[in-house]
T-cell receptor
Framework: DGGITQSPKYLFRKEGQNVTLSCEQNLNHDAMYWYRQDPGQGLRLIYYSQIVNDFQKGDIAEGYSVSREKKESFPLTVTSAQKNPTAFYLCASSISGTGVLLWNSPLHFGNGTRLTVT | KQEVTQIPAALSVPEGENLVLNCSFT??????LQWFRQDPGKGLTSLLL?????REQTSGRLNASLDKSSGRSTLYIAASQPGDSATYLCAVRRDTGNQFYFGTGTSLTVIP
């Protein structure tokens, strides 16, 4: 079955350490996204990528980095510069493009990674 | 910038009741609007997608409507069940790129 796999489900790190969250999709989607979700807040966009080897900052990119070396993979690194990294992180993907192609194209999500930094 | 609002933030209803969740957005230049369900500690599951040219979509006990000109969508759930308890989020896809904008969700509790 096609879908998005995020791993691990739970991640614990000490303050000051970098940590990388994995996101893999087999939906053949060009566009991939990373969102952060905190209690009482909506989803906030960290980074997104519309094609391999290209990505753009979202609303809260500071303290995060990404790479897009393969179409299927979009890992997110939470660096020690991120002041409040404890959160639920969601990866998503979608068809990319313009016009009619996008009218009926949904956004698909993985099951998330809960990161706790102490 | 597109802003998406969902009211109420929380809703509690007895089992069997029909209910309506609301979603409003400020910019009508969208490709589509999507309704999601999120269970605690899980990712988002897509329920319904309405294209900008459509008025409504139905799936089982769910019916979503879209009034793009007024910037509103509703999700109607018929004959609610305890298993419907979850957070429901709406998201719009802007028509100038590949970005999505989310509401903060409505937390629904269906009491047996």
């Amino acid at each position: 079955d096609g879908g998005i796999t995020q791993s691990p489900k739970y991640l614990f790190r000490k303050e000051g350490q970098n940590v990388t969250l994995s996101c893999e999709q087999n939906l053949n989607h060009d566009a991939m996204y990373w969102y952060r979700q905190d209690p009482g807040q909506g989803l906030r966009l960290i980074y997104y990528s519309q094609i391999v080897n290209d990505f753009q900052k979202g609303d809260i990119a500071e303290g995060y980095s990404v790479s897009r070396e393969k179409k299927e993979s979009f890992p997110l690194t939470v660096t020690s510069a991120q002041k409040n990294p404890t959160a639920f992180y969601l990866c998503a993907s979608s068809i990319s493009g313009t016009g009619v192609l996008l009218w009926n194209s949904p956004l698909h999500f993985g099951n998330g990674t809960r990161l706790t930094v102490t | 910038k597109q802003e998406v609002t969902q009211i109420p933030a929380a809703l509690s209803v007895p089992e069997g009741e029909n209910l309506v969740l609301n979603c409003s957005f400020t910019d009508s230049a969208i490709y589509n609007l999507q309704w999601f369900r999120q269970d605690p500690g899980k990712g988002l599951t897509s329920l319904l997608l309405i294209q900008s040219s459509q008025r409504e979509q139905t799936s089982g006990r769910l019916n979503a409507s879209l009034d793009k000109s007024s910037g509103r969508s509703t999700l109607y759930i018929a004959a609610s069940q305890p298993g419907d308890s979850a957070t429901y989020l709406c998201a719009v896809r802007r028509d100038t790129g590949n970005q999505f904008y989310f509401g903060t969700g409505t937390s629904l509790t269906v009491i047996p």
